[in-house]
């Protein structure tokens, strides 16, 4: 998720009379690049794993399709604390223990890194996959990942997120201090959010939008008059 808080304090006047030049556009570039250059997954693993993306999404699709945003929300909460939170740490013992129910010795593999990993070992089997991609295995309920796999879906996701983070506070630091404002910076954090998956997008506040944006109405405008040119040339 976007750090809300983070980005509301930025956003507030009294933090902006106080911030001070940190970091330059070139900077924020190579922050934001650094996420496309993790080490890539073999051919032969990517196969497997592409597959069972390719029927994840189409169970997110259905799934979202199915649920209001309420209800979205309630299941992300419950599925982050099964693979993130206090749930997944009370059951660890029987998370190290589960073996996907298949002779396949990729699957089996890939279960065992991802133990590994959750125990402080090896590496996490699905570093190098896009953040749409680690939220297939994390919020997927088919069984298709053990617990542990989707948690370090998870713990990747939240590297990436952080990350991501990070360089747009600075690059919202950056921008108001050469310019006074943070418009552009604002309007890519509201093209971001409007990317999100409905699961994802439904643990934000309802009224993220003006609330990023509550002192530069500019930036809305500028992103309804982008998105409205996008959708004339998708038509």
Not at 31 to 51: C, M, N, Q, R, V
Not at 86 to 108: G, Q
Not at 177 to 195: D, I, P, R, W
Request: proline share 3%.
């Amino acid at each position: 998720m976007i750090d809300t808080k983070s980005i509301t304090h930025l956003t507030s006047k009294i933090a902006l009379t106080t911030v001070e030049k940190s970091i330059s556009a070139t900077t924020i570039n190579s922050s934001l690049k650094e996420l496309d250059s993790a080490p890539a997954i073999d051919g032969a693993t990517f196969s497997t794993l592409s597959s069972q993306l390719s029927s994840s999404a189409a169970r997110a699709q259905a799934r979202d399709s199915s649920l209001d945003l309420k209800n979205l929300g309630a299941l992300a909460k419950n599925i982050s604390d099964k693979v993130a939170g206090n749930s997944y740490y009370a059951n660890r013992k029987l998370h190290d223990a589960e073996i996907p129910d298949t002779d396949d010795p990729v699957l089996l593999e890939r279960a065992r890194q991802a133990t590994s990993f959750s125990n402080g070992a090896g590496k996490n089997p699905f570093a190098g996959l896009s953040q749409d991609q680690l939220r297939l295995v994390m919020y997927g309920e088919s069984g298709d990942f053990t617990i542990n796999e989707r948690s370090a879906a998870s713990s990747e996701n939240h590297v990436q997120q952080e990350n991501w983070n990070r360089a747009m506070c600075k690059r919202y630091t950056d921008e108001y201090n050469e310019t006074g404002k943070s418009t552009q910076t604002l309007v890519m954090l509201l093209a971001h959010y409007n990317q999100l998956p409905p699961i994802e997008k439904a643990q934000y506040p309802a009224n993220y939008a003006a609330l990023i944006t509550s002192d530069d109405s500019s930036a809305m405008n500028i992103f309804n008059a982008r998105k409205s040119q996008s959708d004339i040339q998708e038509a």
